[in-house]
T-cell receptor, first 115, second 116 residues
Framework: AQKITQTQPGMFVQEKEAVTLDCTYDTSDQSYGLFWYKQPSSGEMIFLIYQGSYDEQNATEGRYSLNFQKARKSANLVISASQLGDSAMYFCAMRFLFGNEKLTFGTGTRLTIIP | ETGVTQTPRHLVMGMTNKKSLKCEQHLGHNAMYWYKQSAKKPLELMFVYSLEERVENNSVPSRFSPECPNSSHLFLHLHTLQPEDSALYLC???????????????FGPGTRLTVL
């Protein structure tokens, strides 16, 4: 079984500062993928970034980067130069590499950017 | 239309009503999903369809009935719901659900359901 843990229910960050959202996972499988999604108050889940368990480099997408530490089973999301529009719920999710469609989500972190 | 669309965006229904949620994806994907998002709980996967065949049903009550007539459309038929079924229902699609972990799921805006 796989489990995702997000220990920060809420965070407040000053605009233009960088922020790190924590995510740890528990799996005995060696082959898996990790995802981060953003959910604004409108409800839509927006895909942000993906990291494969065999990827040697940390994933980056614009202002988003993923600090992947496989031995510690952590996949923290880093948002650089935060903006007011970054205020939202952020979810970490995981799925096995082959043959299983299930995407397991964490409970999320509510990020609020302060002007 | 682009991406994944869902209608209606908001729905209020009584426990004896029958209603349907609709999802349409414009991404050329082969897999579609229904999720339930309740307050303070992780997203729960309800149903998965890959190439119009249901491949997973996570022990969802029979008052929820999915239908996937083709790879672009997905419905969730609702009948005799309970107040605890009130939640945000999210639809998602991906290129090929059975294949690889890189198969990213793209979500619609959701239907906010309230059962009275």
């Amino acid at each position: 079984a796989q489990k995702i843990t997000q220990t920060q229910p809420g965070m407040f960050v000053q605009e233009k500062e960088a922020v790190t959202l924590d995510c740890t996972y528990d799996t005995s499988d060696q082959s898996y993928g990790l995802f981060w999604y953003k959910q604004p108050s409108s409800g839509e889940m927006i895909f942000l970034i993906y990291q494969g368990s065999y990827d040697e480099q940390n994933a980056t997408e614009g202002r988003y980067s993923l600090n992947f530490q496989k031995a510690r089973k952590s996949a923290n999301l880093v948002i650089s130069a935060s903006q007011l529009g970054d205020s939202a719920m952020y979810f970490c999710a995981m799925r096995f590499l082959f043959g299983n469609e299930k995407l397991t989500f964490g409970t999320g972190t509510r990020l609020t950017i302060i002007p | 239309e682009t991406g994944v669309t869902q209608t209606p965006r908001h729905l209020v229904m009584g426990m004896t009503n029958k209603k349907s949620l609709k999802c349409e994806q414009h991404l050329g994907h082969n897999a579609m999903y229904w999720y339930k998002q309740s307050a303070k709980k992780p997203l729960e996967l309800m149903f998965v369809y890959s190439l119009e065949e249901r491949v997973e049903n996570n022990s969802v009550p029979s008052r929820f009935s999915p239908e996937c007539p083709n790879s672009s459309h997905l419905f969730l038929h609702l009948h005799t719901l309970q107040p605890e079924d009130s939640a945000l229902y999210l639809c998602a699609s991906s290129q090929d659900g059975r294949a690889f972990a890189t198969d990213t799921q793209y979500f619609g805006p959701g239907t906010r359901l309230t059962v009275l």
